[in-house]
């Protein structure tokens, strides 16, 4: 089992930037894939990027695609989303979560483990 905690979260102003990070302890981190979903009020979770063991590949959704970017450092035990030129609709809480094996799913059911979420919130 791996346990997940997310960090970074924060009030910026359109156009700016942030750095979320998801650290996570328990068993050994690189045999994760790790995702980056969020919910903004009122909406459902959605996928928002993520890499695979080893960094091997990556995947955005399309809104975000320019603009974050996910890594990870197996050596820290930790994954990032750089978001870049933030925008009002950013504004969410970010959740990081975790599964085995090697398929990149967008769907949050095919994530076991999940971090506390961090808020974003981007001001206009």
């Known amino acids: 089992q791996v346990q997940l905690v997310e960090s970074g979260g924060g009030l910026v102003q359109a156009g700016g930037s942030l750095r979320l990070s998801c650290a996570a302890s328990?068993?050994?981190?690189?045999?994760?894939?790790v995702a980056w979903f969020r919910q903004a009020p009122g909406k459902e979770r959605e996928f928002v990027a993520g890499?695979?063991?080893?960094?091997?590949?990556?995947d955005r959704t399309d809104s975000v695609k320019g603009r974050f970017t996910i890594s990870r450092d197996d050596n820290k035990n930790t994954v990032y989303l750089q978001m870049n030129t933030l925008r009002s609709e950013d504004t969410a809480v970010y959740y990081c979560?975790?599964?085995?094996?090697?398929?990149?799913?967008?769907?949050?059911?095919?994530?076991?483990?999940w971090g506390q979420g961090t808020q974003v919130t981007v001001s206009s």
């Open positions: 328990g068993r050994t981190f690189q045999e994760y894939l």
């Open positions: 890499i695979a063991r080893g960094g091997r590949y990556t």
């Open positions: 979560a975790a599964r085995e094996g090697s398929i990149l799913y967008t769907t949050q059911t095919q994530y076991p483990y």
